[in-house]
């Protein structure tokens, strides 16, 4: 009997943990499909352009989920390691519902880890706290703070840390214009 409590206690006690672990915090989960696309293009990438660093040893060891305004995924950023060292990064869009690679790096980390450190700095925000990373086309970046006392949606622009003042229709509609857009590039 008591073990069985003993282990019904390490259960909840492992769960509690889990269910307390940040959205932010880096953490690799993707589905298959999508791993295989990733992998894919590192390889393809790397054979394909002379300046490539990635090789056989390069791995995923963090994916960064990008959401659009109505809370939905609409990208990756794969960050890969080769050998111990930062090598670079994949960023797949998949607002159009395809898996389209919208940029990479052979080099370093992606541009939003040093968006994440500078808006810190400027409007002292914990991104602890931030539920997501809104990815608005290009290289515009969004945080979202939900103040929950309040029931009130905060948004951060990451390149400048400031606080969004456009309307979340505005938003949304710049945002559907650039998918169309890309709807009628990538087919």
């Not at 990064?89 to 790096?105: E, L, Y």
């Not at 409007?123 to 029931?151: A, F, R």
Request: glycine letters at 4%.
């Amino acid at each position: 009997m008591k073990k069985s409590i003993k282990y019904l206690i390490f259960i909840l006690l492992a769960c509690f943990i889990f269910i307390l672990n940040p959205f932010n915090k880096k953490t690799v989960t993707m589905n298959d499909e999508r791993l295989d696309f990733v992998k894919e293009q590192i390889t393809l990438l790397s054979d394909s352009l002379e300046e490539s660093n990635w090789n056989d040893s390069s791995e995923i060891y963090n994916v960064i989920h990008l959401y659009d305004l109505d809370d939905n995924i609409n990208g990756y950023i794969y960050e890969i390691r080769t050998n111990d060292r930062d090598t670079g990064f994949i960023q797949i869009d998949i607002s159009t519902g395809d898996n389209v690679v919208s940029s990479f790096s052979f080099d370093g980390n992606h541009a939003i880890n040093s968006m994440i450190s500078q808006s810190e700095k400027i409007s002292n925000h914990n991104l602890e706290k931030t539920d997501k990373i809104i990815h608005i086309g290009g290289y515009n970046y969004l945080i979202e703070s939900k103040d929950t006392k309040q029931n009130v949606r905060n948004l951060f622009d990451l390149s400048t840390g400031g606080k969004v003042t456009e309307s979340l229709d505005i938003l949304k509609n710049k945002y559907n214009e650039q998918i169309d857009k890309q709807e009628i590039y990538y087919k």
